[in-house]
């Protein structure tokens, strides 16, 4: 038999419980929003900084590197330039005319694959595409051209003397 001064305390016990359930979940609760503040504001920052240009592209001369002894029309070879770092490709596009681009995607860094007798250069990653005619964005998210890589043909091959920003 359940007496009624049992019954509020059965009461208070399970409103002393539901009052610590509560105010343990608001802690929680409060934490998960500053780690979602600290996170959204970090972002935030990282990509203004990004847009304004805080992290410098790699350009400019080096010294000249041999690309390849020559190229027939439709070919295409990877290189490195500037740096052995910096991924490259040279292709000989229909006509004739020679041109060479960064190899790494302006979006998310992925690598292109050329397609000179197409005329174009995809990224696989987002389905980027760019115009090799002159490295411009065709398609898809890629916020900027391909930077250009400068070749000059010899009559020992064809080399890479400059590089400029896309
Ligand atoms: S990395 Fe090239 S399109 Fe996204």
Redesign the pocket.
Known sequence: MTTSEEVRADARTDRRQLERITSEALVSRRDYLRILVTISGGLTVGAAAVAVGVFPRRTGAAAPVLVADSLAEGAWVQFTYPTEHDGAIAMRLPGGRLVAYSSI??????A?IPRPTDGVLD?P????RFDATDGSVLA???PRPLPVIELEERTDGIYAVGATPG
């Open positions: 995607c302006t979006h998310l860094s992925c292109v990224c990653c987002h389905d980027g898809g998210p890629p």
